[in-house]
């Protein structure tokens, strides 16, 4: 089996971020730009990839995504056979960062592979190892205190058990006010966790734990810069609630110094974000070795990038979906479907898509409707 031709298209999808009308400002994304990636071969079985563009985050763009694809990664491809996937992915061993145009290509790959073997990706991982149907937490953006729990209260109704709160983007007291209505409009059986994406100082972040514990906040996510790895590990060594890397760790590498420095007690995994499934994997085993749970967080991918997410989080016992829940979010916040057959099922679960490879069919028409000019 070859691969015989690699074509990109860019997309918007629309997002709900189901919060009511909000402006446009905090980290919010009401559209997304992406990337779908097919990859055809010569024995008639094709595969399907995804690619999230999140510029103020990931310094990725798709338009940027495609250029980098259609002239200097798919080259190297055409040719080869796309079963052998590490092989494929050692060609672009040399190209510095991209993660997602990367995790893009050898989704696609993953996806023939399965289909040639007649196997899922979650079975060529080793099978599950935990129920299909996915707990997931819901994401709660910095709007004011009582949208913020008015979202939350919609959104337990509609069978969420987890509420993930953005924080950071405002001062302290106005985020501690926000976790205080939100905890009051859940009630105590739900879980919280905080998400600071960076925008605490490590005083702060020191200081807000004990409020947080208060509220029965369940961990505090990114609390410090991406970049300082040392404040983080020193956050944790001053509070008792666990802390999660996120932004922290893209790289195997970022991961291994997470490890070094004791600045986790869990580490946020997905394969955009970590440069593909096969990294992810890795950077999930080590942690497991070093006693460190993980958990498959998000960057607001659609359809085909949350299936691979799925897959992933049932296969790979350290990635600890029973007591984080996961944040494969795209299925709630994006109103148009890729797939033909959704994720969501009912409120506040993900299931794992059955049948080979990544085990959806691309509706097409819907694709292309949603293509950038």
């Known amino acids: 089996m070859k691969i015989t031709s690699i074509e990109t298209l860019p997309v918007e999808v629309p997002v709900d971020r189901r919060v009511g009308q909000v402006a446009n400002a905090k ?51 055409i040719g080869e056979d796309p079963r052998r996937v590490r092989y494929c992915m050692g060609h672009f061993s040399r190209t510095f960062a991209n993660p997602f145009a990367k995790a893009g290509l050898e989704m696609a790959l993953f996806d023939i592979l399965g289909k040639s073997s007649g196997a899922s990706v979650s079975q060529i991982l080793g099978g599950a190892v935990r129920d ?41 007291e106005f985020d501690l006010e926000r976790l205080r209505l939100v905890r009051d409009a859940v009630g105590p059986n739900v879980r919280i966790t905080v998400d600071a994406n960076g925008g605490w100082s490590v005083n702060e972040a020191i200081c807000a734990a004990p409020r947080l514990e208060e509220y029965g906040v369940v961990f505090v996510e990114q609390p410090v810069d991406r970049l300082d790895l040392e404040g983080l590990a020193y956050v944790r060594s001053r509070i008792r609630l666990p802390v999660m890397a996120d932004e922290s760790v893209f790289t195997v590498q970022d991961a291994l110094r997470c490890l070094e420095l004791r600045a986790a007690d869990i580490i946020s995994v997905y394969p955009g974000k970590n440069g593909g499934l096969l990294n992810c994997v890795t950077i999930a085993s080590m942690a497991e070795a070093a006693g460190v749970h993980c958990a498959i967080g998000s960057n607001l991918e659609w359809d085909v990038g949350s299936a691979m997410m799925a897959h992933v989080s049932v296969a790979l016992p350290n990635i600890c979906v029973e007591r984080y829940a996961a944040d494969i979010i795209g299925p709630v916040f994006h109103t148009e479907r890729s797939i033909l057959s ?32």
């Open 132 to 172: 299909e149907q996915l707990p997931l937490r819901f994401p709660v953006m910095p709007v004011g205190p009582q949208e913020s729990a008015d979202a939350a209260r919609k959104m337990v109704q509609e069978g969420f058990g987890t509420i993930k709160l953005k924080v950071g983007h405002d001062p302290l």
């Open 27 to 77: 980290g919010f994304r009401f559209r997304s730009h992406l990337l779908m990636v097919f990859v055809r071969t010569d024995a008639d079985i094709d595969g399907v990839g995804e690619i999230t563009a999140s510029p103020d985050w990931s310094g990725e763009t798709s338009l940027g995504a495609k250029a980098l694809i259609d002239r200097h990664l798919a080259p190297r491809l």
């Open 342 to 373: 959704p994720l969501m099922e009912r409120g506040g679960y993900v299931r794992v898509p059955q049948g080979p490879g990544l085990g959806v069919e691309v509706d097409r028409e819907s694709v292309e409707r949603c293509g950038e000019a």
